[in-house]
């Protein structure tokens, strides 16, 4: 059956509604302004704690229980007792889940109930005429099981089915007694629901979440709000669907099941730091260039000319020398704008008190930035990765433009004047401005000094340019984004093959930093890993809560017997040592389908078969065709994202630097 979604359920009228080292955001501090900390270094602590930085020993805590699976409860307090109950098999236990006591055949027997029950509930509903959005979203094949509809109530404060955590008719047990219902009016979903219909939701809301739940590596009222309209409850186990924090130490991608999803990549910082992301870009560059390959555009590089100091110390000094133009000097792990400095004299290079040169990238200034009403600018661009083998890269259409709060002018070499106000677009530097104007009504947009995409788009218009040209700069835009993620490619992809046993375990939302010249270039500016997601205004909140339900909703999380699926893997691994190989499961482990294991390194760095006798096609295995079918169910519930990779378009091909067979073959299946 073949379905395809294009509106959030619960979506209404748009009208009416932490940083990492070296990858982190620089639009707010998410952790210090905007969430408690779970310990207050004023607390006395109990008798044989650690005597160590406050920082540092929650931290480790939550480091600890991610490489253990032990138990670690974000809101115990000091001198509270922690209770550390794990089964027999020394695998922690999901308090949530509440099936520890269940014997084996009650177990499969309730789960598979709930799939008949599921699969019933999700063809009447695709059936039916009413306006309630459904809980489950259909796979476009009939082989495959739905997945959990995550809905917009958490950031709209509407209702939108019986279920909300914003209802305030829901019982207790359906909504949760911590979470904050809101004060919106609630429906009269009697008129629009039997009594029937009604309660086989409420059954299946219940069993949902007893099947998902979710974990958070640091407080995030988005997230968690997220996850309580997709019927996911919070657990402190090791058995958790969805996590979201931080980057998992590396040994923990290892052990990572097959039902399981993290917010990051292996390896993520080749993007994230900015002295890495920029070797990785010249690179792909030069291999570009070298290699004369048919179809690559003049226009590879999209970073200004770099160099990293104190290595290329002296071809800088040279370089400065020979022209008059101004450069930007960056740390190379830092964010929020903390450290960058304008460079008009050489030295004005940050230095050691030894005199030694510090650590870091120096690029020459874009001089002609476009300037809106006079003040110069950047966008934030929230890119998707969902696999990166094969590698699927979406971009949501709407995003922020971040606008100065001084007028910008034009600095020439050896200038003493160089206002942060001026020259830095950051919100975290721009917001202490005394001449800052924040958005105070979702409707109001295009003024102030934080814009929508939309309202850039509509500035251009107004300025001259046609909507073809707009077209084309969102292109650009698009292809750059393409180009950049490639650039890790390799390095990423090295890390998945050594660390993760299933390609779909990980995923990344990235905020890309763009700024256009005068001329409407886009530049690539930096790569957030952690973007910060928490709201300053209503637009803020409109856009972000947008991304993330729709990401969520196009990650296609599905019920799984946890425990089956265990028992499983732990098979597969057994039967790997015995016979030497990984025992397949063609892409699927039990009915729930999770991630499909990689194929073997040399099977995946082959380009598929396409010879003139026979169509591509018929080369196809098991293994493949499961990963079209996640492929084009990702593609079918991606909403408002437009995927950018894979592409009709053979453009970005060349710049890979390996040439995967999933790659190639979704590329085919594209055309």
Known sequence: MFRSIRQLPG???????????????????????????????????????????????????????????????????????????????????????????????????????????????????????????????????????????????????????????????????????????????????????????????????????????????????????????????????????????????????????????????????????????????????????????????????????TYFLPKDWKQFKAAFEAAD?????????????IGVKVITKLCQIPRWESKKLKNGLVQQYIPNPLLLNGCKSDLRIYVAVTCYNP???????????????????????NSVIRSRFMHLTNYSVNKRSKDFVKNTDVDEDGVGNKWSLTALWQYLRDEGHSQEKVDQVWENIKNTIGKTIIAADTHINTQLNTRCSFPNACYELFGVDIMLDSTLKPWLIEVNTSPDLSPSSPMDKRIKGEVLTWLFHMLRFVPVDKKEIEQQEEDSKQSQLLYGRRASTNGQAGPAQPGMPLPPVSSARTRLHNSAELPWWTSLTEVDLEMIKTSQDEYNSCGPYQRVIPSEDPYLLPFFEVQRRFNNILHQWVK
């Open 325 to 337: 133009g101004v450069w930007i000097w960056k740390p190379n792990a830092a964010a929020r704008g």
């Open 391 to 413: 590698l699927r890269v979406y971009i949501y259409p709407e995003g922020l433009v971040r606008i100065t709060t001084k007028a910008y002018k034009p600095i020439r070499k």
């Open 11 to 305: 979506d209404a009228d748009p009208q009416e509604v932490h940083s990492e080292v070296g990858g982190a955001d620089d639009e707010d501090e998410a952790y210090s302004q905007n969430e408690s900390q779970d310990w207050s270094e004023d607390e006395e602590e109990p008798e044989g704690a650690n005597k160590m930085p406050f920082g540092f020993r929650r931290k480790q805590s939550l480091t600890e229980s991610l490489c253990s699976g032990e138990e670690e409860d974000g809101d115990v307090q000091l001198g509270e007792e922690e209770d550390d109950d794990d089964d027999e098999d020394g695998i922690p236990i999901d308090e949530s889940s509440g099936d520890e006591n269940e014997n084996e055949a009650e177990r499969k027997q309730m789960f598979h109930r709930f799939q008949k029950d599921a699969a019933h509930a999700v063809k009447a509903a695709a059936g039916s005429a009413s306006s309630v959005p459904p809980l489950l979203n259909l796979s476009l094949f009939e082989d495959r099981p739905p997945s959990v509809v995550f809905h917009s109530d958490w950031f709209r404060g509407t209702v939108s089915f019986p279920e909300s955590p914003q209802c305030k008719q829901a019982p207790i047990a359906v909504r949760g007694e911590s979470e904050d219902c809101g004060n919106s009016e609630t429906p009269d979903f009697k008129k629009q629901l039997s009594a029937e219909h009604l309660a086989e939701r409420s059954q299946i809301w219940t069993m949902l979440r007893k099947y998902m739940s979710f974990k958070i590596g640091y407080k995030t009222t988005m997230i968690r709000k997220l996850h309580g309209c997709g019927a996911f409850a919070e657990t402190m186990s090791g058995r958790w669907n969805s996590y979201w924090g931080m980057a998992l130490p590396i040994p923990r991608y290892n052990r990572l099941k097959s039902y399981q999803r993290v917010n990051h990549f292996p390896g993520t910082f080749e993007l994230g730091r900015k002295d890495r992301l920029s070797r990785a870009v010249m690179r792909m560059h030069r291999r570009v260039q070298s290699a004369h390959r048919t179809g690559v555009r003049p226009d590879s590089l999209f970073i200004p000319d």
